[in-house]
């Protein structure tokens, strides 16, 4: 499986901004797929992530009511929609899956995730 994340860039803060996950391989869809982020000096962290059979999601409270996290099975992508950006988002983020799917008190562990992509970076400006 091949993750690659794209659609960052640098917005001011209150804006929108739409990440986008594809994926090639083996199809994710059918599995948990999750958003996490890096911002400098900073360890990563959980931001949100869908399960598949329910399509259920989970937010990292920073996030939660701002970010909403979609998939489109039949094109193997998953989305990160992000509003009212704020300069404290600015990280890189990754999208991150696994060949199952996650329970949901796992679906913020990162070890839990086996495939990620290399990331992309979001910068919010002030």
């Known amino acids: 499986v091949q993750l690659q994340a794209s659609g960052g860039g640098l917005v001011q803060a209150g804006d929108s901004l739409r990440l986008s996950c594809a994926a090639s391989g083996r199809a994710p869809s059918s599995y948990t797929t999750g958003w996490f982020r890096q911002a400098p000096g900073r360890e990563r962290e959980f931001v949100g992530a869908?399960?598949?059979?329910?399509?259920?999601?989970q937010y990292a409270g920073s996030v939660k009511g701002r970010f909403f996290i979609s998939r489109d099975n039949a094109r193997n992508m998953v989305y990160l929609q992000m509003n009212t950006l704020n300069p404290e988002d600015t990280a890189i983020y990754y999208c991150?899956?696994?060949?199952?799917?996650?329970?949901?008190?796992?679906?913020?562990?990162?070890?839990?995730?086996?495939?990620w992509g290399p990331g992309t970076l979001v910068t919010v400006s002030s």
């Open positions: 991150a899956t696994t060949l199952r799917n996650l329970v949901y008190s796992a679906m913020s562990s990162e070890d839990q995730y086996s495939y």
């Open positions: 869908i399960r598949a059979i329910s399509t259920s999601t």
